[in-house]
């Protein structure tokens, strides 16, 4: 027999002024090679039409779906039931503004890190689109395609204890980025340029080096790697 799942959610309109944050639980079958996202479709186009919840690739490859899931960030469509007791619980990721239910706006923050860390190559040179593009090393291209398989879900950020505590630290998913454009040889910046972007408590040297960033994220990032190499390189220009 298939065995019977509760899907406990945490319901909340934040832009209701009658709502208030309450479970609901959903009683369900379990099917093979369910998914937590699956079991949310299932509830919302069966049982509760009202149900939020955010999703768009369905492969692990956009984060849109990413939640609390019994407590620990991660992707919905990437998490089989079967992995859980018969009672799982949702909620929304923390630090990001609440939409509905289990949705909250990761882009809005992505977008004020992007910009903070000035996400974008910076050189001199003209580029011309007819030409072919400047090469690299092949190892640096592995590098840097490596931590560009970041999908901003948002997970690193949730499990964050340091992000928890203080809402101005940029998060692993910020540093992340600045490590990517620092090994990128397109980028002209210096070590200083870098330092003035992150160079204090809120970013580099605010993380607590408690591993939440690399246990939680779906794509299984060098997070910690990369933050310990870019604080050894900001701490040795101020000495």
Not at 1 to 20: C, E, F, H, N, W
Not at 103 to 125: A, F, L, P, Y
Not at 154 to 163: H, I, N
Request: hydrophobic share 35%; aromatic share 8%.
């Amino acid at each position: 027999m298939a065995r019977q799942l509760t899907i406990r959610v945490l319901r909340y309109d934040p832009q209701s002024g009658d709502s208030k944050p309450y479970f609901k639980d959903y009683k369900i079958e379990e099917t093979d090679s369910m998914t937590i996202y699956l079991a949310l479709t299932y509830i919302r186009e069966n049982m509760d039409a009202g149900l939020s919840f955010d999703f768009v690739c369905r492969a692990g490859i956009c984060g849109s779906c990413a939640m609390m899931i019994n407590g620990r960030p991660k992707l919905g469509c990437r998490s089989l039931t079967k992995d859980f007791e018969d009672v799982i619980t949702l909620l929304p990721l923390p630090t990001f503004k609440l939409i509905k239910d289990l949705s909250v706006n990761t882009g809005e923050w992505m977008d004020g890190m992007s910009k903070r860390v000035e996400s974008w190559i910076h050189t001199t040179k003209e580029t011309d689109i007819s030409n072919l593009e400047e090469r690299i090393e092949p190892d640096v291209a592995d590098e840097v395609f490596e931590l560009d398989r970041c999908i901003e879900c948002g997970c690193c950020v949730a499990g964050c204890g340091t992000k928890l505590i203080k809402e101005d630290f940029v998060g692993a998913v910020g540093l992340n980025r600045v490590a990517r454009f620092e090994c990128d040889p397109h980028d002209e910046r210096t070590i200083d340029d870098y330092y003035e972007l992150v160079g204090d408590d809120n970013g580099i040297f605010g993380c607590m080096t408690l591993l939440g960033c690399e246990d939680t994220c779906p794509k299984h990032l060098p997070l910690q790697n990369k933050i310990a190499y870019m604080r050894r390189k900001l701490a040795t220009i101020k000495e």
